[in-house]
């Protein structure tokens, strides 16, 4: 290992130097200029966080409704009769299901604080025991599905398990440089306190809100309904919550991204230079001026770079067959082009630049594409790995409000089961939007300037100069590959055709 350290070296340094050149030239100030004179902030993606706050108010109501309709007394509301269902039928409490989600929203609420609390001494094992464990949790609801006779949600987990199981041997070989990177981020994050405190705020912030969401699920569930209308009403509600709790998540990412931003520019927490009342600074920005860009970007990030990771993982293991291999690459460039537009790393812009989302996000992936960084970003499964690690935490909050819904009410078992389950990753989730927003934050930094990942950790700074490398060296050998077998295909066909 040290001698291929030591014979790359020259063109490490080569290639680093030639970074911080494109990062600096890129830039048209310095980073003491940006951060002694910050940029004035203006109010960004002002339409979405209209429609997000009337989306909030819209549905704070119409969940009152449909709790209160079934609360002490049936049809209180007289809403029964805008159903064809008459309303004895099959109806119930909201009490009777509602006690349901509570145990859902303490058990998110517990697994979420428990993954702060052991962030820097347990939180690699976490992520490990998450990756290997999630398939065999996944295997082991399906057959317990099975064994109740539902037969729908056997399948569901059984193929998830099998694609969580093909997507873990597809990215094997990543695995350790993830998990390098994952370590980094934590040890980054743990030397922030201040951090997990505003994660603890959210998640309560997230929780309140899920008193008032729960009310009006159990109130659907408790209705006198035909069960195709209640899982129409159920899903609407709960694409309602995935985005406030997509909004959540990713204002934690702008807080915790701009901090650790500052703290790398500045060389440390405790540093002369470092502004005073950072954390306020970028909380205030990140629910005013850029609240707006967090409420548009949370509305198709996750999902694009869910499917991105999927594609990539199957793309790889395709071989030789050539006709899945055009089709696939026609999604996969479908979807690099809407990574452009909805990436993660645009947090990052946000937090610092305070530009709009689509611009943060186009200026983020050219900067990774211009350094050569985006190699090492695609090369990378931090996301996927703490996405992992939010599902499990959902599928264990799921599985206890399911057990207790078995015993209580076997009918409404599934309704119950996969409510809570969303409402256990959104919690989860919040908890872990800390980390990834570390791994974000150094990403960027050392496409803008590897010296200051250098200045923070040297020895990780080398490790992933090296891995850089290797990357832009494989991707150059795949293009030669390509060209000379189209050359080849060409000389072939220009010979039958003589």
Sequence with gaps: MSDSQSSSSPELGSIVAADENVGRSRRSYDSSQILASPPSRRWRDVFWLAIFLIHLVGFGLFLGVLGLNRFEKSDRLNLDKLTSVPSDSDAG??????????????????????????????????????????????????????????????????????????????????????????????KMVWNLPEVTRIAYLFMLVMLLWMVIWSFGAAGVIASSMDDGK????????????????????????????????????????????????????????????????????????????????????????????????????????????????????????????????????RDAWELFQSTGVEALVAYDCSGAVLLMGTILGGLVTGTCAGVWAWFKSNDRVVMVGSTSMLMGMVLVGVAMAVVESAVTSIYICFAEDPQLIHRWDAEFFNQLSEMLHQRLQHRSARATEVLTHNRFDGQIQNTFTV
């Design 230 to 361: 209640r899982w129409w009403l159920l899903l609407v509600l709960s694409v309602s919550l995935f985005w406030t709790g997509a909004v959540l998540c990713n204002t934690v990412h702008v807080i915790v991204s701009g901090l650790v931003f500052l703290v790398l520019i500045h060389g440390g927490r405790r540093s002369l230079s470092m502004p005073q009342n950072s954390l306020l600074n970028t909380l205030r920005y990140a629910v005013t001026t850029s609240f707006g860009s967090i409420c548009y970007g949370s509305l198709f990030t996750a999902a694009i770079r869910t499917l991105r990771w999927e594609i990539r993982g199957f793309r790889s293991k395709i071989g030789n067959n050539e006709c899945l291999l055009c089709c696939v690459d026609f999604l996969f460039n479908l979807v690099e082009t809407l990574v452009r537009f909805f990436n993660k790393y645009a947090y990052v812009q946000i937090a610092v630049y305070g530009k709009s989302f689509n611009h943060s996000a």
């Design 93 to 186: 409490l909201t009490e009777e299901y509602w006690p349901l989600f509570a145990v859902a929203g303490g058990a998110g609420t517990l697994l979420g604080w428990m993954w702060l609390l052991f962030l820097g001494s347990q939180a690699n094992h976490m992520m490990k025991v998450s990756v290997h464990i999630l398939t065999t949790y996944l295997a082991v609801i399906s057959v317990l599905c099975f064994w109740g006779e539902r037969f729908f949600c056997g399948v569901a987990f059984a193929v998830g398990a099998a694609l969580q199981f093909l997507y873990v041997i597809s990215v094997i070989d990543r695995l350790p440089f993830t998990m390098l990177v994952l370590q980094k981020a934590v």
